[in-house]
């Protein structure tokens, strides 16, 4: 990304490193050195952090998947998060869409916004950004660093995925069940509590550090007809995927997978509530025929793909609404 026209003075981004002097505080160049240039060779990675641009080898036989997903400081996640929460969770958000695409992630670039430079801020934000992206033997091959008031992270990542194989929304099937995965409603829930001033370790940290579905979405290619990350809630983005298809669903509430801490934390209306329209969660939603998927784990159906225009919520046999507000019995 360019330095913006009306920041860059008269010297470039060197008015970034003359303001960093000040404490315990790193310079840009230090910055990248330090935390970000790990200096080992990664898979593909002909040329990675240094020059203008990495050079990368894809894998013959594969398509790329490009992904990109910002988040601001008090808009997509509380200002004062942990630095190393808010890399892994920076990660983690684009590793979803990467897994909802089946595709595996390969390379991923970093332009980092910050308003300190504190070696502390550093070092607590690589660890956790590495923590996301090692298990995936995800390369860091490049990115920007400026300074502004709000710390913004953006994270790239381009994965690959077998030559037209890639899980589109588009692809749901009438007769298809719908699946998603892990538990839903957790990261609304977890937000909540941290806004508020209960606590649960396992509900906070399924906002904080959401999970990358990626062998569950790898595992889907060639058996779903079609995939969609859960980033706005359920109750919206499979409306997305069943729009993108042209069809309609059924989705039957009570079988929602809940964890456990969020049936603890909350009650009975509150946790459907969360389950069908809470953001955040980073699960997988995708259709399939029940037989290709019988061997997938950590999977849960909760309705079926029909022939209309409408997604339809039945509770105990009863047709439901549900809006932004929550869902009511339908009049
Ligand atoms: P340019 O002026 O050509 O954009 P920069 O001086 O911004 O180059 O960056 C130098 C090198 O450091 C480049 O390879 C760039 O990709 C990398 N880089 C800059 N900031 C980051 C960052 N936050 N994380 C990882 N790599 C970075
Ligand atoms: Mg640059």
Known sequence: ??????QRNRCGKS??????????????FELIDRFFDRKEKSAGVKLGIGDDGAVLEPS???DQVQVVDTMIAGVHFPPDTNPADIAFRAVAVNLSDIAAMGARPRWMTLALTLNNNSEQWLQSFAAGLYEAADPHKLALVGGDTTRADKVTVTVTITGEVERDAALLRSGARVGDTIYVTGTVGDAAAGLALLQGSAHDAFLVSRFLRP??????GRALVGKA????DLSDGLAGDLKKMLTASGVGARVEIE?????KAICEQFDDEERKHLALTGGDDYELCFTALPDAVADVPGITAI???????NLRFYLHGDIVTVDDSGYRHFQ
């Open 1 to 6: 990304m360019p330095a913006s026209t009306l």
């Open 15 to 28: 008015r970034f490193r003359r303001e960093a002097r000040a404490g315990n505080s790193v310079d840009e």
């Open 211 to 216: 999970p990358a579905r990626i062998a569950t």
């Open 255 to 259: 079988k929602l997978p809940l964890s």
């Open 225 to 228: 007809h079609a995939a969609i």
């Open 60 to 62: 013959p036989g594969f």
């Open 303 to 309: 309705g079926e793909v029909c022939d209309s225009s």
